[in-house]
């Protein structure tokens, strides 16, 4: 059987992990239609095809997984035998993909990636997006691990890895001038203009069915994707926001807000999902385990 050709595997690796054959030509300065004919060149002696190319857009198949999993051991290896031979002991640095969904608290995203922030052993590269983003990304090998806020429905066709890190009440949250007035929960609802999330939402979900079982009629001053604009609108005194406190944990610290009252039976989860792999990275699986429910008190 022929040697492998790594200067080969090596283009494979930076396309899948670039996921877009234009950005990785032009990162390693060669032309697309030299990287298209290495990639052939390394289907054709694995004998299976590496990419299902669907228009602009690359996904890996079964075949390119496993390929890029062995890529991703060797050239790991390789930059750790250049650290412990090289002359530049410790230099290797470990590469750790999230992405979070966009509407994901950014006080809960710096809580979970806190541990690592101040190693120089240790880039962390950031993205964000929408689920159906995220999940692609990672299935593509681009992320290592992605922060969502429900579980991505499993079955025997998805490779996806759930782990539960943490869940925070919802609560409704406002100025300083909304409290100290005694009001019951179900009198606030009603009297109160409100700061919601959006219909997508796990948060929105919950709360509609709250009250509904109520029996209130609320008044909606806005409906808003972003978490941090959530918090804005509040500061400003536009309505009462319907958030976890985490979200807005500067702002309860200094008194700008206050929480009126936590809302029974509705919570937000934050999930941690990873894929199915024989070397997934070990500094998603570190984080994953210094955040667990029973080793990290509730952020906020």
Do not use: C
């Not at 490779?159 to 300083?176: C, D, K, N, R």
């Not at 959530?230 to 309505?239: I, S, T």
């Amino acid at each position: 059987m022929a040697a492998l050709n790594y200067n080969h595997l090596r283009y494979f690796w930076a396309v899948a992990h670039e996921g877009n054959l234009t950005r990785t030509a032009e990162k390693l300065h060669v032309s697309q239609s030299a990287l298209s004919i290495q990639i052939r060149k390394l289907e054709e002696q694995l004998g299976h095809a590496l990419f299902d190319r669907n228009g602009k857009q690359l996904l890996l198949t079964e075949a390119g997984r496993i390929a890029l999993e062995h890529a991703d051991t060797i050239f790991s290896a390789g930059g750790e035998l250049l650290s412990i031979l090289g002359d530049r002991p410790g230099a290797r640095r470990q590469i750790l993909r999230v992405g979070a969904l966009a509407t994901l608290s950014r006080n809960f995203q710096m809580a979970f990636l806190r541990p690592l922030l101040a190693r120089e052993d240790v880039e962390l590269v950031l993205r964000s997006g929408t689920t159906a983003e995220l999940l692609h990304a990672l299935e593509s090998h681009r992320l290592d691990v992605v922060l969502i806020n429900l579980p991505p429905v499993h079955d025997a066709a998805t490779p996806w890895i759930s782990h539960p890190i943490a869940e925070q009440p919802v609560s409704l949250i406002g100025t300083p001038a909304h409290a100290g007035h005694g009001l019951a929960l179900r009198d606030l609802l009603a009297r109160e203009p409100l700061v919601l999330p959006t219909l997508e939402s796990s948060i929105r979900i919950g709360f509609d069915a709250l009250v509904d079982r109520l029996g209130v009629r609320v008044r909606i001053a806005a409906e808003v994707e972003d978490m941090a604009m959530m918090r804005l609108l509040a500061r400003e005194g536009v309505g009462l926001a319907v958030v976890p406190p985490i979200v807005v944990r500067d702002e309860l610290a200094n008194g700008s807000l206050v929480e009126l009252v936590q809302l029974p039976e509705l919570s937000e989860t934050f999930v941690a999902v990873t894929l199915s792999r024989r070397f997934p990275n070990p500094l998603a699986r570190e984080l994953i385990a210094s955040f667990a429910p029973a080793a990290h008190e509730p952020a906020g």
